[in-house]
């Protein structure tokens, strides 16, 4: 497993982010950093507040806006599926932390 997702509060896992779904979500990741200076890689350990998933999902929200999303039908699912979940995270007030191999 690439990445592990847990609550910040108490540690529940929330869910994992494997390898395939990982690169599919690299360029996300990648804008993060641009953006914030945050790094998410399959290495280390990083929080993201539920401010911090707001500005993810700004960053998705461009990334659809820009990109033909029938090039890549698998890689469009997981950023969509991605969005979804930290959308139910914010709505629940969930600080998360992602926990790399």
Known sequence: MALDIHRLDNHD???GIDDIKFKNLNDIFTAYKHWTGISINQYD???LTVGGQQTMIKIIDDYVKKTNLNQDKAK???ILEFRGLLTYFINNNYDIEFFGD
């Open 13 to 15: 896992h929330l869910f």
């Open 45 to 47: 350990d990083t929080r």
């Open 76 to 78: 469009t699912t997981d």
